[in-house]
């Protein structure tokens, strides 16, 4: 089992960058792939990025790429979001999730351990 807390989280303004952590607790971070994911109000949970247990495979969301980067140190059991070009759209609450497999997934479900949420806020 493994436990998530998100952090760095807050607000800014349009175009600047921001970086997300998920700090995981536990020895076995490096057996779970990780995503990002978000959730605006009023709309539903949406995948952001995912990233395999060694880092060195990623996928992004289309409204991300090229701005997002994920990335993850298992040395410190901490992943990371680092944010380029924030627009107003990227306003959500944003999560980070653990799944015990090797490879990543975009899709909420396939996701067991989630965190509690960091809110981002964009301002234009």
């Known amino acids: 089992q493994v436990q998530l807390v998100e952090s760095g989280g807050g607000l800014v303004q349009a175009w600047a960058p921001l970086r997300l952590s998920c700090a995981a607790s536990?020895?076995?971070?490096?057996?779970?792939?990780m995503g990002w994911f978000r959730q605006a109000p009023g709309k539903e949970r949406g995948f952001v990025a995912t990233?395999?247990?060694?880092?060195?495979?990623?996928y992004y969301a289309d409204s991300v790429k090229g701005r997002f980067t994920i990335s993850r140190d298992n040395a410190k059991n901490t992943m990371y979001l680092q944010m380029n070009s924030l627009k107003p759209e990227d306003t959500a609450v944003y999560y980070c999730?653990?799944?015990?497999?090797?490879?990543?997934?975009?899709?909420?479900?396939?996701?067991?351990?989630w965190g509690q949420g960091t809110q981002v806020t964009v301002s234009s």
């Open positions: 536990g020895r076995a971070f490096r057996s779970y792939a």
């Open positions: 999730a653990a799944r015990r497999d090797t490879v990543g997934a975009a899709t909420a479900i396939s996701y067991s351990y």
């Open positions: 990233i395999n247990c060694s880092g060195g495979s990623t």
